[in-house]
């Protein structure tokens, strides 16, 4: 059974209802990410979309607050959608993304910390 | 369910933000920077609420003593963050446990 | 001594429960206590990391009290359980450091 069989054969089909409503809401590029994040996760392939609903919730909460924030998708995601979703799903190199995470909060905070001024 | 939950709880989650719109500004961007590391990370703890609430608790401690925030949590904001969730299993982590324990089976 | 973060990472728990188990205080006190003791690279948001460890795994008792300024102030106090795992950690230590010893005896 696929993804979306699962997804759309029994509850799940509420919540993801629910998630579609939300990125609806999203600007035009965070919600083509969010497309992208979808494809990419739905090829890890024999997962009961029960444990992906958690990653995809996340995903799209981040995608909503760096959108409120005037983020630019590519300042939260950088180039590699498909190894940001793999990080997502802990799957290979998510420690290597786990890393740059940590790089980069360290650096944004840095950054904006040096703009205020010290 | 989850971590969107947080954000939906709609006027718990306004009175939260309201709190770290009242910090200084130095205060702002760590906890922001830090939330936004948390959502990615994906702890299970962040979906109780108490783990961002009581960063905010903190952080206002901090205020208080008149301390700006590097000084109160170090240079190394990651590994402040890291240590705050040691504990916490993430939601990737269960969802590799559940597919390398029941290879291909679908749940109930 | 610089530098002793790492080192010094497996035995801090068992300092802020020494700490804690010699009089019922709260996180700066425990910071300031663990600077003048000679750890300097010590800050406020390490000790809170531990400490909320410590009140997760149920070895310290909390009270929020009010404190002059800013928001109230929780202290922490070991209750039985946090005895124990004191006990236990400078046991650890004891065992630790006489091996040590006898390393850097037996090693010319």
């Known amino acids: 059974m696929n993804f979306w069989e699962t997804i759309t054969g029994n509850d799940l089909t509420r919540e993801w209802k629910a998630f579609e409503a939300r990125a609806g809401a999203l600007p035009a590029d965070h919600r083509a990410a969010w497309d992208e994040i979808k494809g990419h996760l739905f090829l890890y392939g024999d997962f009961t979309g029960r444990n992906l609903m958690p990653i995809l919730d996340g995903a799209l909460g981040l995608l909503e607050e760096t959108a409120t924030d005037g983020q630019s998708i590519h300042e939260v995601l950088g180039d590699d959608i498909a190894g940001f979703c793999a990080a997502l799903a802990g799957g290979e190199g998510a420690r290597s993304f786990r890393d740059r995470w940590r790089e980069q909060l360290n650096r944004n905070v840095a950054r904006k910390l040096g703009r205020l001024g010290g | ?108 | ?108």
């Open chain 2, 1 to 108: 369910m989850g971590i969107h939950d947080i954000i939906e709880g709609k006027k718990q989650w306004r009175a939260h933000m309201a709190r770290v719109k009242a910090l200084p500004p130095d205060y702002q961007i760590v906890y922001k920077e830090m939330q936004r590391y948390f959502f990615k990370v994906g702890p299970v703890a962040l979906a109780d609420g108490s783990l961002l609430t009581g960063v905010v608790d903190f952080f206002e401690e901090g205020v208080a003593a008149g301390k700006g925030v590097l000084e109160l949590i170090g240079n190394d904001v990651a590994a402040f963050s890291d240590d705050l969730i040691k504990d916490s299993p993430t939601y990737a982590d269960i969802y590799q446990e559940r597919i390398s324990t029941k290879p291909g089976t679908a749940e109930e």
């Open chain 3, 1 to 108: 001594m610089d530098d002793l973060t790492e080192m010094l990472k497996g035995t801090l728990e068992g300092c802020v429960l020494e700490i804690i188990g010699s009089e019922e205080t709260y996180g700066y006190a425990i910071t300031r206590r663990l600077n003048e003791l000679g750890f300097a690279d010590v800050v406020e948001g390490t000790v809170y990391t531990i400490l909320l460890r410590l009140e997760k795994k149920g070895l310290v008792q909390v009270t929020k009290r009010p404190s002059g300024l800013g928001p109230p102030r929780k202290f922490y106090a070991l209750n039985d359980a946090g005895r124990q795992e004191l006990a236990t950690f400078w046991a650890k230590w004891e065992y630790i450091t006489s091996r040590l010893g006898k390393l850097k005896e037996g090693g010319r």
